[in-house]
């Protein structure tokens, strides 16, 4: 599943420890989610949504 969390999070000029923190994860997951790496569960997609103020959708894209 691609994502655009990296530009997101840039845009509000945030770092990966900023959104871990906030979210309660590690600075290793968020990495890992901009790098495709990991997908998200459904809370933590949400949870990014609604810090970026966004829908899921605009922030993930099914890869088919």
């Not at 997101?8 to 900023?18: A, C, H, S």
């Not at 600075?27 to 495709?36: C, P």
């Not at 459904?42 to 099914?62: D, G, H, Q, R, T």
Request: proline share 3%.
């Amino acid at each position: 599943m691609k994502n655009n969390i990296k530009e997101l999070r840039k845009q509000m000029g945030l770092r990966q420890e900023d959104i871990a923190k906030e979210l309660d994860v590690t600075r290793q997951t968020i990495n890992a989610i901009e790098n495709n790496k990991y997908n998200p569960t459904l809370e933590l997609a949400m949870k990014l949504a609604k810090l970026f103020k966004k829908p899921v959708e605009e922030i993930f894209e099914l890869e088919i």
